[in-house]
């Protein structure tokens, strides 16, 4: 597969691909969705909550963070990891405008 182009594209196309990106895998969808459930950083162990290695634990975090979806801070010898709420928000605000471009459209076409 050949390398994406990603400068012919807008700021906003590559985020949402980027984001898309993300939940492209149901590890990063499971992560996440442990962190909305407990509602607060977590400090402790993924691997027996999700189910996988901790390297595999610890790359799934790296692209969420890269991505800002999850902030984390060290403490001691441990990461601690949550939602980030700023960042989730606006993606969650780009992505509604983004799914919302049918709602002008009439059954009409083809």
Request: neutral net charge; glycine residues 8%.
């Amino acid at each position: 597969m050949g390398l994406v182009k990603s400068e012919k594209f807008t700021a906003q196309q590559n985020s949402l691909a980027n984001f898309a990106k993300a939940f492209g895998h149901p590890a990063r969808v499971a992560i996440l969705q442990h962190l909305f459930k407990i509602n607060s950083c977590i400090c402790g162990d993924l691997v027996n909550e999700i189910g996988l290695a901790q390297p595999t634990i610890s790359q799934h975090l790296k692209e969420l963070k890269n991505i800002g979806l999850i902030k984390g801070n060290i403490e001691g010898t441990s990461v601690c990891y949550c939602i980030d709420l700023k960042n989730w928000n606006a993606m969650k605000k780009d992505f509604g405008v983004f799914l919302d471009q049918d709602l002008n459209l009439n059954d009409s076409c083809c």
